[in-house]
């Protein structure tokens, strides 16, 4: 069983056995797990995500339920929507363990800022769910979709982000602490990851989609929002996400590919990156400059390659440099297009000359737009498996 959802219930046991003056007992309350936010005519609709402590504890498949359940409600502000749901829920909704927080992608172009304020001052919200936005669908479909290997689709959401930012990159995994300080500070704006629904949403709410090999829908994270303040202004495709999250030195892992000398490419596994960036301000002009150091092992050759020369792993290494630059210099320009500072580079010159700063972070927007930004990258190969050349060289 997920280690998640046995400290699930052992949190539910102590609920019920400890001896503390404001206790909650588990028949008393509906443990939240997930909640989103969408827009509907001039309200919002809150839909929360309420474990089923008998199904999710069951051995024995329980009792034909699914292990999770969902109410929404809708008002005109967050905490009105949620009291309101009383009228549905047969417990008090309880938040203390909430997992994921879902945006509608509707929301996030108006504006987050409203929707945060409530969970951020509620003491009983704790700060280290993850927030994400919707795209190209409501928030409470994400909620509605029941997924495999974990009983609990929150729980699910949760860890599948924290693997996909360890090992893949184009994702970033944000909680509320960081959202608001990236709100709230200057030289910086904040991003989040998106999520969707592949394939048919319908059945993916049936308890069919986890009783099939193949499910008929799952959830998928894709892009990375970018907000202007708190306001969503575009999204960044896969390179540039990947781009974005090496200049934060947010990549401890992930593959790229880069082409051989004359066909096909080769796949490379990083297992460790640096980066620093600087920032100065000559003649009142801000500058960044991003060095970024990487080692890679080589983890697939789909092509003709003689990995046993030396002169062959020089121009792959070369090639990788070329590559990542490009990448980092795309995802500079795109946020430029938005002109949304997502990198913190005005944090940065901030550091490195606040004096400049206060006269630059006026008009930071347009100095952002034409800021000098110098990229340079360093690919290291240190191994190349367990053969130096690929049995397609043999096949030739």
């Known amino acids: 069983m997920n280690r998640k959802i046995i400290g699930l219930i052992s949190i539910m046991i102590l609920l019920i056995s400890t001896g503390c003056w404001n206790r909650r007992e588990l028949n008393e309350i509906a443990l939240v797990v997930g ?3 969408d827009k509907q005519e001039e309200n919002y609709l809150v839909t929360v995500q309420v474990v089923d402590p008998g199904e999710v504890a069951s051995q024995k498949g329980g009792g034909g339920r699914t292990p999770v359940t969902t109410y929404s409600s809708t008002g005109t502000h967050i905490f009105e929507a949620i009291r309101r749901m009383t009228t549905v829920t047969p417990r008090r909704l309880y938040f203390a363990h909430l997992q994921m927080f ?15 304020e409530l969970i951020y001052r509620d003491p009983e919200f704790r700060k280290d769910f993850f927030i994400v936005v919707t795209q190209d669908v409501k928030a409470k479909e994400i909620l509605e979709n029941l997924t495999s290997l ?39 704006n904040p991003v989040l990851t998106g999520i969707t629904i592949i394939g048919d949403q319908e059945k993916g709410e049936t308890k069919e989609n986890v009783e099939k090999i193949d499910a008929y829908a799952r959830l998928k994270y894709r892009n990375i929002a970018v907000f202007k303040k708190d306001k969503l202004v575009g999204w960044l495709n896969e390179k540039e996400s990947k781009g974005f999250n090496f200049i934060l030195g947010n990549v401890k892992s992930t593959v790229g590919k880069i ?5 096909g490419e080769v796949i490379l596994e990083i297992v460790d990156s640096k980066v620093k960036v600087k920032g100065e301000v000559v003649n009142g002009k801000p500058k960044i400059y991003i060095n970024i150091f990487a080692e890679t092992n080589i983890g697939e050759v789909a092509c003709h390659l003689d990995l046993t020369k030396p002169n062959t792993i020089t121009l792959l290494e070369e090639e990788a440099n070329k590559v990542n630059e490009d990448i980092l210099h795309t995802v500079v320009t795109k946020a430029k297009t938005l002109n949304s500072d997502i990198f913190g ?7 490195a000359d606040p004096e400049a700063w206060n006269s630059l972070k006026k008009d930071w927007d347009n100095e952002f737009k034409n800021l000098d930004v110098s990229v340079h990258v360093e690919y290291k190969i240190r191994r190349t498996g367990v053969v130096n050349q690929s049995f397609l060289e043999k096949e030739e």
């Open 35 to 37: 909640m989103s936010i």
């Open 259 to 263: 082409p051989c000398p004359e066909k």
């Open 102 to 116: 879902i945006v509608s992608e509707a929301i996030a172009k108006e504006g987050i800022s409203n929707v945060l």
């Open 345 to 351: 580079f005005g944090e940065i010159i901030h550091r």
């Open 150 to 188: 974990d009983k609990i689709p929150a729980i699910k959401m949760h860890s599948s982000l924290e693997a996909s930012e360890k090992s893949w990159a184009p994702t970033v995994a944000v909680q509320m602490d960081e959202l608001i300080s990236a709100l709230t500070n200057d030289g910086k």
